[in-house]
């Protein structure tokens, strides 16, 4: 804070002063000199001076490394220097420089002598070397002053008072972009430790020895700095008042005299003959310059806000006109605009709606195969835990288990009250074939019981089914898996089993396998009604499987294969009617979601033909695909709506709003009178 009593502790050509007079002197004196820097900045090559004063001065410099040029600020005099200005502008300038309306920090040199920091460097330098010349176009007046508000809310909302807005603290770039500087007079919104700011920049409450820094101190100077901009010179700044303000003989009393200049003078309208400047952009100058703190703006946030707005009135501007020559324009060019854009639109919307169903086809046909394998996993992982209990050693030899029925039962019926109580498929059957393929066990119990399914993939996992009769030399599987889907007898739907071996207890010979089979449409409908819910018709969006290990690849699980129509054919037609092409297949491998895929079905039911949306996903290692179809007509169904509302109403809003745009136009015809 200056000194109580310093005549030269502020002045009024701009510059804050924060040194007694003598360290003033001493570093006019030094300024003087060669052109040598004060001092060096480790990893910078000091270039020239670009300016001084009270606190010290400023040079160009480059950094070694990189070669960018930045600016220095040496505080030249360490025994007349307030430590807590570099400190405080330094630690403003940290906390801000996430701004792009602020000048950026680089680093600091604290234990050097003298200390410095460096910030980046502006190469058109201070507003106050443009001003010079002259008032600003109100337009680039406006521009600046939205920057200085954007600087200032990110400064207030981080707790941050600038405290002395003024050109001199203004640096622009080579775009001619402008950032806020010196924050040496900066204080926390919560501290009571007055600042004194730059004579017409000030708001009378600042200028006093004992003041509350507050937001308000701000808003003013920035009324002041838009004033300036836009006449070129500050408010109440006449050659009779600096006359008063030199004629004063301390601090006190230079503060004094500033304060009865702004309370006696009449309130500046200069800015209002200004070219460019309305009534708007005059108000919010005024607002901000209100001697009395409670009229004024209360903060930088508001004044930002006036801005907009102001911004937006005279956007609107133009449509005065337009409202009386565009209703004429736009009727006689609406049919020629509608007939190219509408189109247009409707294939974006098109594109767009396509695009959303196919994500979410993806991510739905993703989590299904992940849950088909996750449903395989658990099963398969409950048989192998129990396949222990199944055997029986007597002297050394292993054998199935006598009580295989009663074990079994009780077994079964756990796993099968869990599964309803979890609201999963449940198991078409449980079964255990011994190491010939003979059926020993099955439940529910049926006429299977004791056949030979030894030439079925599940008892020895070949990868193929075996003809019955030449399966008599083939031995049980040593692995657990899912075996090749197969034509159930009795339902005609297509099943899968889980199957585990049954080791002895030396695990060096398969005494039988136990197997639990699941119809493949039973197993996807704890998902299908949610897929199906999404769409008006159960056969618009629906699940499918796909056994790629085959070649030709052929569908596992269809919507059609529930019809009746496919219960009454024979094996081999039906597996005709359920072939992939070669298109068909690939499109499935590349894993790439089509919007025109072809469903199989379609060749022999027309109600399945295409286009469909459709994406793909392996399940697992089993080498079945999932499918999510949904109908392309369906997914696009709201833009086709869409071009059934611009027919069923165009007529009807063109003469709505031929009269509507008629009636504007006289009014604001007769406005304008």
Known sequence: MPA??????????????????????????????????????????????????????????????TGRQVAIKFYTHQHGLDWSLLSREVEKLAVLYTSRNIVGLLDVGWDRDPPYFVMEYLE??????????????????????????????????????????????????????????????????TEQTPALGTLYYMAPEQAVLDGVPDARWDVYALGALLYHMLTGVPPYRTPENEQRLQAANSLEERLATYRRILSESPQPGAHRRRPGVDSRLADLVDSCLQRDPLKRLSNAQVALDLLEERDNVLAKRPLIALGIIGPLLFLATLVAVAARAIPKAEKAAESSLLDRALATDLLTVDILAKSVQQEFDI?????????????????????????????????????????????????????????????????????????????????????????????????????????????????????????????????????????????????????????????SNSRDRFLALVDMRESPAYLLDHPWMTEQESRDLEDEKLKERLVLSQEQREAVEKLIPSSRYDDPIARTDERYAGPWLAAFAPVGKTGWYAIVQERRSSAVGPVQNLRQVFVQYGAGALV?????????????WRASR
């Open 4 to 65: 109580a009593h310093d005549p030269a502790a502020i002045t009024a050509d701009g510059e804050t002063l924060r040194q007694d007079v003598s360290a003033i002197e001493r570093s006019q004196s030094l300024s003087r000199l060669s052109g040598t820097a004060p001092g060096v900045a480790p990893g910078y090559d000091i270039v020239r001076c670009l300016g001084e004063g009270s606190f010290g001065s400023v040079w160009l410099a480059t950094e070694t490394r």
């Open 124 to 189: 058109q330098g201070p507003l106050s070397r443009r001003l010079a010349a002259g008032a600003l176009p109100a337009a680039e007046a406006v521009r600046i002053a939205r920057d200085m508000l954007s600087a200032l809310v990110h400064a207030h909302n981080s707790g941050i008072l600038h405290c002395d807005l003024k050109p001199a603290n203004i640096l622009i770039d080579s775009g001619g972009a402008t950032r806020l500087g010196d924050f040496g007079q900066s204080r926390l919104s």
């Open 379 to 535: 099963r398969q992982k409950e048989l192998e835990d129990i396949t222990d209990r199944l055997i029986k050693s007597v002297d050394g030899k292993s054998h199935l288990r006598d009580d295989l029925k009663d074990f079994l039962g009780g077994w079964t019926r756990t796993v099968s009250e869990r599964l309803k109580s979890q609201q999963r498929t449940e198991d078409d059957s449980i079964f255990v074939v011994d190491a010939s393929g003979l059926q020993v066990y099955r439940t529910p119990h049926d006429e299977t019981v004791g056949q030979n399914f030894a030439y079925r993939d599940y008892f020895h996992g070949l990868g193929r089914e075996l003809p019955p009769g030449q399966a008599s030399e083939v031995r049980p599987r040593k692995t657990s898996g899912i075996s090749l889907a197969y034509r159930s007898q009795s339902s005609k739907e297509y099943k899968v089993s889980v199957a585990v071996p049954i080791w002895n207890t030396q695990r060096t010979e398969v005494l039988g396998v136990i197997a639990r089979s699941i119809p493949l449409s039973d197993l996807l409908t704890q998902w299908e009604s949610s897929i199906a819910k999404t769409a």
């Open 656 to 668: 709505a709003m031929t009269a509507v745009f008629a009636l504007l136009g006289t009014l604001l």
